[in-house]
Each structure stands twice: as structure tokens, then as C-alpha cells.
């Protein structure tokens, strides 16, 4: 019997602070099924003989203006736990109840009043710190440009970070701030819509002792000062950090072993018979004997709050009813944000964007040294090596666009993180991330045909260069789309260039030019018509040699006799005049067909993670 749910519309105007209670809370997964598979993705079926539960019959509470921490060993829940308050973990195994404020809740309006902020740090590596707060303001904020800035001056300044405002994040290659400093910056991005509740995993974990006394200051400051409910996971804790927290939640096995005071922790550990050693501090202490603890007390929980034996099985499925984001931007504006946000990641990044171009009109300048005037005037015509430039050219500019597959994999972590809060939309994403590439695109193809056009001997008139060049930028934008669709489903670098190349060499082998298509065997047809190659090509050889020229264009042959002449040669290959036009508007469909696909792919994930 399904419980009566009640909608909760969280708002900042009408509720100031947020009282999070969990009860009877389990999380089960199915082993060894549900593993992840070659994209990345869950599957597997759910048995009931190997059901696993991460999270069994937790009930605990945060409170406004209280620092609460999620302690245990490594596999004990703690960030299980913290992303079933986030919203973020998928609910279909998940049974009781989360209430805020007494009601039940409902992750996608707690999104709007909470911050959750992750153990790795999804940042833009080339932005600035002020930049990356600033986009982030712009996102989450209804609100203009001048107070999206005021409230970033505002949080520079209570998080510490007004002296390195200008320093880019930076990466492992390239140097930026220091990582406490790094912690602090993605606290912030969470931050700048002054969430009254605020999740965070590890916040500690790889910083020093005094970055992270710094970090749990800040935090403790936060929920004194302003009356925010804060929930952090933590690992191991100094005596100096401890002093600041006002609750811990013990978690071993996923069983709630303590929720409450260090004070009560202490004292419950004395009263079972244990002697905590000195320099030794209660938690680390509890930590160390939670097995014990088990076998000792059969599972009993040493705990403050009140535990109900009777397992609620309402699921939060059902309590996600009529769940739906509500956004703080039109689409128009959040393309506009992420297209400038986006632009400039591609603009410093020197491997990409200066590298690119350089290499473009470089490889136009080697190539026409190399197949200098091969359609001039020669004494000697050999139609093989007009088709090899043709096939080398594509070959050149379609690979060469899997250099963009390590930023679509950064994007795409940032990208699921703040869908999965409701920052954009991902149709925004999408839209923006091909408005920033058309031109880019534009430039780069441009580079290279003013340098080889001219030099191989090309159809000698303006259409055709026009023509060509436009062949090019729509044969690299279509490169582009295949790449950015399938980094929406690989799961590292190595796996996406290993896939991304196959598929690639697989559509140069049906591309047409080493098998005709009459020769194609039935069963791999298809792979013609799928081919990045076949079409881009084709509009070459059309543009070189079709026309009232082309009839009198020899393809092969001596000064004296000519063997093929162009119009023969397009009739020998099958191709008409009228495929010159028909071939770009198949083009064109490949692009958007492929941002399409990605768009998809990236909405199944985003909806995969929390359902």
C-alpha cells in the first residue's frame, strides 16, 4: 500500500533554515550485477539472493547552525548516504524517508536551497577563480550581471580567495592555486546562490593539516554565522577539527553505530568496557573497533536519536511525484552563458586552439608542396594521385578533430554535475557547445585550403574555391559532431580514442576509395552510406571535374592523348552533377543528427544517475 505523499515546493523567501531527518533508510544493490558496462553505464538485473545493502534501516538528523559530520571506515556508506541527500543517487533501490522540514522531500526543489560539493573538483582548469564563480553566479542566480558580480566579490572575500581572484584554477600540467585553495573554489561554486543546506564529500581529504583546519572554519563560520545546515563526510579528523564539529553520524557496514555528540561517543565507548588510548581521539578510536563493536552487540547501534525496527518501504520514487526543475535562466540565456564560458576554455587551451591552426595552414602549405600542380598542366596525368589528395585531405582534417575528445570529457563531468543540480538545461549545453565550434571550425578549414587550393592546381575560379572550402568546414564539423556524440558514452580518454579511431578507419575502408560501392558486399552496405568520407569526397571529385569543364577535363593521359576525361570518369564512379548539393544537405543531417545523439545520450545518463 503506497503511502499519501505531499508536494513540497522549497523557497528560499519563505524558509530560512532546513531541518533534514532520515528514517528507516536503505540503499540495496544487486552483486554482481548491476556493474558498470562499456559506456559507463548500470545494467544487470536485480536478484533478491544477492541483494546487498550499502545502507540499512539509517535513521539520523542534520540541524540549522550545526556542523555535521558522516564518519566510518572506507565502504561504510558515508558517501552513499550524502548523495541520497543530494538528490543525486538513483532511487529506484532506495526504501524510507527523508524529510525536511517534517515534509517529505523532494529533490528537485531541495536542489534550490542546497549546495553539494564533490570530492574531485570539477573545474575549468583555465579559468580564472573570480571567472569560475562568476559563470557559476550567471547560471544559478535570477539576477543581472552587476549583482551576480556583487555576490562574487561578496564570496571572494568570505572564502578567503580575494588575493588569487585573477589566478587561473590550473591543472596538473599547468600550475594554479594550491589545493586547499582549490577546495575553497569549488565550495564556492555551490555556494553563490546561498544555498541554506550544503553537502559535502571529503572536503578534507588530500589537503594538509592547516588547509583543512582552514576549510572546516570556513564551514563552521557558515553555520554559526548564517544558520546553514551543513553535512560533510570525513575519514580520518585532528583533535582541532573534531573540536569544530557538533554531530557525528558513525556509520560501519552501512549501520548507524552513533549519531550525536563526540562527548556521548566518548562516553558509550567507556561504559562498553573500551579504554580510548591517549593522543587517540574518540572517533578514530570508534572507527578502529566497529567491528567489535558488531560482533560484541549483534548489530547493536550505539546511538542518540530513535530507531524504528519496522522497515518503511515508501520508496523516493514515490516521493519524487511530479518531480520537475524549475530553471533560473531561459534557454537563450544559458546558451549565451555556456557559449562564452565555453569559448573560453577553447581559446586557452593552447594545445587545441593555437596548435590547430598552426597545424592547419602548415599541413595546407607541406601538402602543396608535395602535390604541387598535380592538376595543372602536367605532361603526365595520373588520376590516382588526384584521388589521393582528395582521400589524404579528408584523412587529414576528419582525424585530426579527435584532438577536441579530452575537453568534451571535462565538459562532460562538469556538464553531469550541474545538470544533475538543475544549473541548465542539456539541450543549452548542446546548442552552445556547437555555436562555439562553428566558427572555430570555420577559421581552422579556411587556414588550410587558402594554403593548399592554389597550390595543387584546383579548379582556378572563385566558386570553386568557395565551394571546397565549404565541403571542408562542413566535412570537419560533421568530424566534430561524431566526436562530441561519442564522448557522451565512452568512459575515459584511452576507451575514446581507441573507439573513435576503429570507427574512423572503418569509414575511410568504405569511404570509395579503395572499394567502389558496386563491389561493397550486401551485409556492409550500410557502412557506405554511414561513411564520414563517402560524401565530402564525392563533392570533391564533382567540384574538380563535373561541368561544362569538366567534359573537357583530362584526368589521365599525355600531352598528346588523353585516357579519361572528367565527365567519363564521374559516370564510370556513378556519380551526377546534382549530388554536389544533395551530398552537403546529407552533411548537414550528420551533424545535427550526431549533436541529436549526444543530446540524447547525455539526457539517458543525466536521468540514469537519479532515477
Same mark, same amino acid.
Given at each position: ?36 558496462? +562499456? ?9 533478491? $539472493? ?21 564518519? &566510518? ?21 532506495? $526504501? ?79 600550475? &594554479? ?13 555551490? +555556494? ?16 594538509? $593539516? ?88 549483534? &548489530?547493536?547501534? !550505539? ?12 520508496? +523516493? ?178 576507451? &575514446?580514442?581507441?573507439? !573513435? ?80 548539393? $544533395? ?29
Amino acid at each position: 500500500m503506497e503511502l499519501p505523499v505531499k508536494k513540497l515546493h522549497y523557497s528560499a523567501d519563505i524558509e530560512t533554515h532546513y531541518n533534514i531527518k532520515v528514517k528507516n533508510l536503505s540503499y540495496k544493490l544487486s552483486a554482481p550485477y548491476g556493474e558498470l558496462d +562499456l559506456f559507463g553505464w548500470k545494467s544487470g538485473t536485480i536478484s533478491k $539472493s544477492n541483494t546487498k545493502y550499502v545502507l540499512e534501516n539509517i535513521s539520523c538528523d542534520a540541524k540549522p547552525g550545526e556542523l555535521t559530520a558522516i564518519a &566510518g571506515p572506507s565502504g561504510a556508506g558515508k558517501t552513499t548516504l550524502l548523495e541520497i541527500l543530494a538528490g543525486t543517487m538513483a532511487t529506484c533501490r532506495v $526504501s524510507g524517508r527523508v524529510l525536511v522540514n517534517d515534509m517529505p522531500m523532494n529533490a528537485a526543489h531541495f536542489c534550490r536551497v542546497s549546495g553539494y560539493v564533490t570530492q574531485d573538483e570539477a573545474l575549468f582548469p583555465h579559468l580564472t577563480v573570480e571567472e569560475t564563480l562568476m559563470y557559476s553566479a550567471r547560471l544559478r542566480l535570477q539576477a543581472g550581471r552587476d549583482k551576480a558580480r556583487s555576490r562574487v566579490h561578496s564570496l571572494l572575500k568570505e572564502l578567503g580567495l580575494e588575493h588569487i581572484a585573477g589566478v587561473r584554477i590550473g591543472s596538473e600540467t599547468s600550475r &594554479g592555486i594550491s589545493g586547499g585553495e582549490k577546495r575553497r573554489v569549488s565550495i564556492g561554486v555551490d +555556494l553563490v546562490h546561498d544555498p541554506a543546506v550544503l553537502l559535502l564529500d571529503e572536503p578534507t581529504s588530500g589537503l594538509d $593539516s592547516a588547509s583543512a583546519l582552514h576549510v572546516v572554519l570556513l564551514l563552521t563560520s557558515m553555520a554559526k554565522n548564517q544558520g546553514k545546515t551543513i553535512v560533510l563526510t570525513i575519514h580520518q579528523p585532528g583533535f582541532r577539527i573534531l573540536d569544530l564539529i557538533d554531530k557525528v553520524i558513525l556509520l560501519s557496514n552501512g549501520v548507524v553505530l552513533h549519531s550525536g555528540s563526540l562527548e556521548l561517543l566518548a562516553e558509550r565507548l567507556k561504559s562498553g568496557g573500551y579504554c580510548i588510548p591517549q593522543h587517540v581521539n574518540a572517533l578514530e578510536f570508534a572507527i578502529e573497533v566497529t567491528e567489535s563493536l558488531h560482533k560484541e552487540e549483534n &548489530g547493536i547501534k !550505539i546511538e542518540s536519536g530513535e530507531i524504528q525496527q519496522d522497515r518503511d518501504h515508501e520508496t +523516493l520514487n514515490q516521493l519524487a511525484e511530479g518531480k520537475k526543475i524549475f530553471y533560473c535562466n531561459s534557454p537563450s540565456k544559458e546558451i549565451l552563458i555556456l557559449a562564452q564560458r565555453f569559448s573560453k576554455n577553447i581559446f586557452r587551451t593552447k594545445q587545441l586552439f593555437a596548435a590547430k591552426t598552426v597545424e592547419a595552414l602548415v599541413a595546407g602549405i607541406v601538402l602543396g608542396t608535395i602535390f604541387i600542380n598535380v592538376f595543372g598542366n602536367s605532361k603526365t596525368r595520373k588520376m590516382q594521385n588526384q584521388l589521393g589528395f582528395f582521400a589524404f585531405t579528408l584523412t587529414f582534417l576528419i582525424s585530426s578533430t579527435t584532438e577536441a575528445l579530452p575537453i568534451f570529457l571535462q565538459e562532460r563531468r562538469i556538464l553531469m554535475r550541474e545538470t544533475s543540480r538543475g544549473v541548465y538545461r542539456v539541450s543549452s549545453y548542446i546548442i552552445a557547445n556547437t555555436l562555439v565550434f562553428v566558427p572555430f571550425l570555420l577559421i581552422v578549414s579556411l587556414l588550410y585550403t587558402c594554403s593548399v587550393y592554389w597550390l595543387v592546381g584546383l579548379r582556378r575560379n572563385i566558386d570553386g574555391f568557395l565551394y571546397f572550402s565549404l565541403v571542408v568546414w562542413l566535412a570537419v564539423l560533421t568530424a566534430n559532431s561524431f566526436v562530441a556524440c561519442f564522448s557522451t558514452v565512452v568512459p575515459n580518454f584511452i576507451m &575514446g580514442m581507441s573507439f !573513435i579511431y576503429g570507427v574512423i578507419g572503418s569509414f575511410f575502408l568504405f569511404s570509395g576509395y579503395f572499394i567502389s560501392k558496386d563491389t561493397v558486399p550486401k551485409y556492409w552496405k550500410f557502412m557506405h552510406y554511414l561513411s564520414l568520407f563517402k560524401y565530402p569526397y564525392e563533392c570533391f571529385m564533382i567540384n574538380e571535374f563535373g561541368g561544362e569543364k569538366g567534359k573537357l577535363r583530362c584526368l589521365e593521359g599525355t600531352e598528346d592523348e588523353c585516357v579519361v576525361y572528367g565527365n567519363q570518369f564521374l559516370m564510370q564512379v556513378g556519380l551526377k552533377e546534382s549530388q554536389k548539393w $544533395s551530398n552537403l544537405i546529407t552533411m548537414l543531417s550528420f551533424i545535427f543528427g550526431y549533436r541529436l545523439l549526444g543530446l540524447l545520450f547525455l539526457w539517458y545518463r543525466s536521468y540514469r544517475s537519479t532515477s
